[in-house]
């Protein structure tokens, strides 16, 4: 496995999106849509269901590997309207009104705040993305998950997608109990990476034998 490192999600994201080989997205997406100038998307609002705007695209991540779009960089106002906040959030939080010609996310502005959440199976909150950690190969191996004052290194593989937040299969004793990685560390090695993969019950995609 290539040596990993921590990059800091938002605005450093911003700068290299363009380049960025993002996530092994499902293959979910089939037939002939009707196409579109990235050019022209940029800068596109977004709207939650209700109509009410929420923000506007402000660029896209795309996922080189598998020639799809992966993550969207989203800006949106702060709370009362105090200055602007940017969000890297992932494409299939969206949907794009042909009619409109912009996105959909289906969340209110108050529920802004949750985006990039974390949930067990009960629904219940255990923390939000606070970074994306990549390796040389362009890989998402893992996120940091903010976790009652400290962060936690979880598996990306073990999460899924659910409306606007994301999903964990964990307890708050097992997040309690999950492999140490020091805030401080730059890269995570290998026996660590193969570590903490097996602890949240996943496969360690770069070992031959997996």
Request: glycine share 8%; aromatic share 10%; proline share 3%.
């Amino acid at each position: 496995m290539k040596k990993i490192v921590s990059v800091t999600v938002l605005i450093s994201l911003f700068f290299w999106a363009p380049v960025l080989w993002a996530l092994d997205r499902a293959d979910r997406i089939s037939g002939w849509g009707k196409t579109y100038k990235l050019s022209t998307l940029n800068k596109s609002e977004v709207k939650n269901l209700k109509g009410e705007r929420l923000g506007q695209i402000e660029d896209f991540v795309m996922d080189l590997q598998n020639g799809r779009i992966a993550w969207v960089i989203f800006s949106h106002e702060a709370i009362a309207g105090m200055g602007e906040k940017v969000k890297i959030i992932p494409y299939e939080f969206l949907s794009f009104d042909e009619t409109g010609k912009n996105f959909i996310l289906d969340v209110s502005k108050e529920d802004l705040t949750s985006l990039m959440e974390v949930r067990n199976l009960q629904g219940e909150r255990l923390g939000e993305i606070a970074d994306l950690v990549i390796d040389s190969q362009g890989r998402v191996p893992f996120v940091i998950l903010s976790h009652g004052g400290k962060t936690v290194v979880i598996p990306y593989s073990a999460l899924s997608i659910e409306r606007n937040y994301f999903v964990l299969d964990a307890s708050e004793e097992k997040l309690a109990s999950a492999p140490a990685v020091g805030e401080k560390e730059e890269s995570i090695d290998q026996a660590k990476a193969a570590e903490v993969y097996r602890y949240f019950g996943q496969a360690p995609y770069w070992l031959e034998e997996f």
